[in-house]
């Protein structure tokens, strides 16, 4: 008994299980090899060739599809997952050592980001399994909403009565809105005083959403109530700083609230705001200068806790690695809750499985913009090992990185010299409501180092990934681990034009890093950034690029097929062979991998389809803005993805019949894909009319000189973009508008007669 209590002392809080991955390797390597042969074949006969048009371009972009299998087979050559035991945590490390952590919630659109689902995500934050006096949640309202505001206030009352439920029965899952589900009832062998309190819960949540449903239909009365005047003539983008101390636990009761605090940044048209990068800057220094925990928890509205134990995992990694001062951040995978069935859209990520813990086997994950706890240490500029007393940190040093502010000064100076001591709790954050308006005015940032060396970086719309990219440019290492349950569930896109412009905001971000100073290969050569994980981030800010080659290959068929040129080799040559081989490979091999992690056959063809759909639209179009940005035409905007929320009365089911199915409007991202496919319908009817004409009887081999090579690629292409084609016969929002099929036929047209013009000119 005595040893078995010595061993749980000994045993460790996390631990990294390396995977074998040896058949993966093996198959990936295949792969490659085929594509280098087929690069080999190109060059061999090219000089074979009657039109070197398309010979040469399925050159170019074949290269690049090398080069993009060669980055996705170093990433994922190591793979690697971290599991936490949270159990042993309290054997080790006693609750009075755990630190501080500052919570930060963003929203920015009371609209678009419905107050429901932002609220329900602050209660289960503040329902979690650790001591509440050592939390603070600060929630940013980027839209200045004043039912934002007045939905915090009510929440904030009712988290008095569902956060002792919580703990007292130890409830699993403590966002109300899933937890009080539509069939959701109390087991009957369950108390008559749980019952009891299962049912005043239920009925106290119903009244919090009918008053946040009801103050959301109606013109707010802002002008009535002193604690709202200060929205009264405020607009979403030109008002004074906000900061409401909605909840103080002053005097440090475990059990209490933690302290809730409300922030809507000054803005002003005259001044960069710096979208979602701009308000965590601001949440940084006004928690720094209210609460100044040493690690700070971001997530997304709509990303509530799933897992009550999530703070306890994390602390698992935070004490649990030998070189602590090694690791910057902590992360949480996103998951979704409720996603739709076989994943038509590609959102619920479960095609980035490998490629995650492939990076995270290298210098660690990347940050996905949530879900992640991060040491502010890191985030105000240090490098690992460093060692900086407090009289060693000048004062004009603080002043130049991090502003005017005597209080965060003094509070930076104090995390970067005593990262690994107890931070002193400040238990009073309306004391300091002064000095957090001062550092969130919209001009505090000019002559200082935010944005550039300290807080989240500047310069592109995924600034998680730039600045994770700059914190291990630094040398950092970082973690991430999924515990069961999930740590946190959110809400993916529930349509296409959301997972469309959600998918162009990620691939313009990406695509800008490239032109930053924090350009991922000169980081590996003029920083501390590992060369694999170099090539990782690499691999991830190419994605625009992608779009080009994928449009060109999937242009080429269409001109072999009308000019009667090839691109592809004869089905009787053996190097037909080679191709095919890569695309039966290449399919099964991905269908396995998805396998693996659970998917279903029909949810591979989802991710095969949607992923085509993808990069010849939203990807396509994330590179032309970022192109005409740099060229002085354009500049990038960051749009805001809507969340979908299921009323609980059923006055949705409209909308709720829409959720899975390609619904469509007049955004001009989906032209390029209407064309690829009209152009390619032109192209296998001009095919099939050819093989008609061909007499079996006596010229049989007259079918081999037609291009069905090139014509399988059509009808892989079609399949495709299978849903726009029913688009093109459906109405209302499920079919296509007739002024961009209009459009799309007079760029196809004018395609194909190029095509047919095309070899008098080449």
Known sequence: MAKNIQDSYCLPLQETIVHNNKTARTIELVVLSLLVFVLVYRVVYFNDQDQYLPWLLAFLCESWFTFNWTLSVCIKWNQSTTITYPDRLFKRVSESEFPTVDIFVTTADPVLEPSIITMNTV??????????????????DDGCSPLTLYSLVETTKFAKLWVPFCKKYNVQVRAPFRYFGSKSTPMKDDSLE????WQKMKREYGELYKKIELAGQRPFPCDHDQDFGVFCGAHRSDHPTIIKVIS????????????????SREKSPKHNHHYKAGAMNVLTRVSGVMTNAPLMLNVDCDMYANNPQVFLHAMCLV????????????????????????????????????????VSSIQGTVYSGTNCFHRRKVIYGASPNDTIKSDNISNEYLHKIFGKSIELRESAAHILSESNSKIENRNSPSSFIEAAIHVASCSYEYGTSWGTQVGWLYGSTTEDILTGLSIHGRGWRSAITSPDPLAFLGCAPLTFSSSLTQQKRWVIGLFEILFTDKNPLLLATKGNLWFRQALGYFSFSLWAVRSVFELCYASLPVYCIITGSRFLPKINERAFLIFMGIFVIYNLYVYWECKRVGVSLRTWWNLQRIERVNAMTAWLFGFSNVMLKYIGLSDTIFEVTQKEHKSNDGDNDDDNQSVGKFTYDKSPMIVPGVVILLVNIVALVNGVLRLLKVDYSENWEGVLELGLGEMFVSVWLLLCFWEFFKGLFRNQKYGIPSSTIWKSGALALLFVQLCRRSPQWF
């Open 319 to 358: 004490f649990g690695f030998k070189d602590e001062d090694n690791c910057a951040f902590y992360q949480f995978p996103q998951a979704f809750y409720d996603g739709l069935k076989d994943d038509p859209f590609g959102n619920q990520l479960a095609n980035l499985f490998y490629v995650v813990n492939g």
């Open 248 to 263: 103080e636990n002053k005097e440090g009761i475990p059990s209490d609230l933690p302290h809730v605090i409300y922030i």
């Open 194 to 197: 749980f019952q009891q309190e």
């Open 123 to 140: 209660l289960s934050l503040l329902a979690v399994d650790y001591p509440a006096d050592k939390l603070a949640l600060y929630l940013s």
